[in-house]
C-alpha cells in the first residue's frame, strides 16, 4: 500500500510496509535550499529571534530612560536611532517591542493552531452534524472584521499583553479550522485511507497517522502566514491604545506616541515602522517560500527545470 503524501510524490516505503516521509523531507530541503529569497527571510527572521532574546543585553539604554534634555535628538553616534520626545533612545525601545511582539505573535498563533485544526480536522473527517455544527460556529467568528473583533475581546477585557495574545489567538482560530478541514476533506479520500477504515482502524489513529502528517504543508504555511497578521494586529490594537500599556514599548504604541511629531522627529515613526515592515515581510516571503516547497505540483516542476 502506497502512501501519497502532502509534501508531494509518493512516499517511501519502510521495511514494515508503512509509508516513511524521508525522501520528501529531502525533496523539501533542495527545493528550499533552491529559494534564495526564502533563506534571506529565514537569516532575516533568525535576527530579529536573536535581538528579541537577547534584548536585554543589547539595548544601549535602559527602555524608560528618560532625559528631556535630549528629547527628539536626530539619528547620532550617541543615539543611532534619535531619541523620543521624552529623550528615550528609540532604537532601545524598538529592540525592546521586537520581543514583546514576537512574543505575542508566537502565542497567540499557538492558540489558534492548537484550537482551531483539532476543530477543522474533527469537522472534515466525521462529517454531518458535527462537520455542519462546527462550521457554523466558525463562520459566525468569519462574519466579524477581523480587527473588529478583536477590539470587542480586548474592550470586554483588561487591556494588556495576555488579552492581546487571546483577543489575535481568537480571531485566527477559524482561519487554521478552515484550512485543516479542507486538507482533511482532501486527504479522507484517499485510498489508504479508505482501506484503513475497511480493516477497522481506530478513527483517532487514522487522523494521527494518516490525515495529520498529510495536512501538514497548508498548515505550516498558514502558521507562517498568521505569524506575519499577528503581528500587524498587535500594533494595531497597541497604535488604537488597547494593545500593550504604557510603560512598556510596542511598535504600535510607539508609532501612537510619534503622531504628534511626524514633522519634527521623522525618527520616531519612521523606525519602528520599519520594523513591522521588516518582520511582516519575512515571514510573508517564508510563507510563499514553504507554499513552492510544500504544494506537490510546484515541487514537480521544479525538478522538471533542474533536469533541463
Not at 528579541?52 to 536611532?81: C, E, F, K
Amino acid at each position: 500500500m502506497k502512501q501519497t503524501s502532502e509534501t508531494g510524490g509518493e512516499a517511501s516505503q519502510d521495511p514494515s510496509g508503512s509509508a516513511s516521509p524521508a525522501s520528501g523531507r529531502v525533496a523539501a530541503w533542495k527545493l528550499l535550499a533552491a529559494h534564495p529569497v526564502t533563506l534571506f527571510s529565514i537569516f532575516v527572521l533568525t535576527c530579529i529571534v536573536v535581538v528579541a532574546l537577547a534584548a536585554p543585553w543589547i539595548a544601549p539604554y535602559g527602555v524608560n530612560q528618560t532625559d528631556v534634555s535630549r528629547a527628539l535628538q536626530p539619528p547620532s553616534a550617541a543615539h543611532w536611532m534619535g531619541t523620543d520626545d521624552l529623550g528615550r533612545d528609540v532604537m532601545s525601545r524598538i529592540i525592546a517591542a521586537t520581543g514583546t511582539s514576537m512574543q505575542i505573535a508566537v502565542a497567540s498563533v499557538v492558540f489558534a493552531f492548537m484550537v482551531g485544526v483539532p476543530i477543522g480536522i474533527l469537522a472534515g473527517y466525521v462529517g454531518g452534524l458535527v462537520d455542519a455544527v462546527l462550521m457554523r460556529v466558525v463562520d459566525v467568528m468569519f462574519a466579524f472584521p477581523v480587527l473588529l473583533l478583536a477590539l470587542a475581546i480586548v474592550a470586554i477585557l483588561t487591556p494588556g499583553q495576555l488579552t492581546t495574545m487571546i483577543a489575535i489567538g481568537v480571531v485566527f482560530t477559524p482561519i487554521f479550522a478552515r484550512v485543516a478541514r479542507a486538507s482533511t476533506l482532501s486527504v479522507r479520500v484517499e485510498p489508504f485511507v479508505q482501506v484503513s477504515r475497511t480493516m477497522g482502524t481506530p478513527g483517532w489513529w487514522i487522523l494521527l497517522r494518516h490525515i495529520l502528517p498529510n495536512i501538514t504543508g497548508p498548515i505550516v504555511v498558514q502558521t507562517s502566514l498568521s505569524l506575519a497578521f499577528a503581528i500587524l494586529s498587535e500594533a494595531a490594537l497597541s497604535f488604537l491604545g488597547l494593545g500593550i500599556q504604557p510603560p512598556y514599548p510596542s511598535w504600535g504604541g510607539m508609532l501612537f506616541d510619534a503622531q504628534g511629531f511626524m514633522s519634527q522627529a521623522w525618527w520616531m515613526s519612521v523606525f519602528p515602522g520599519a520594523a513591522i515592515f521588516i518582520a511582516v515581510l519575512a515571514f510573508n516571503l517564508l510563507g510563499d517560500g514553504l507554499r513552492d516547497v510544500l504544494d506537490p505540483k510546484q515541487r514537480t516542476l521544479a525538478e522538471l527545470r533542474r533536469k533541463r
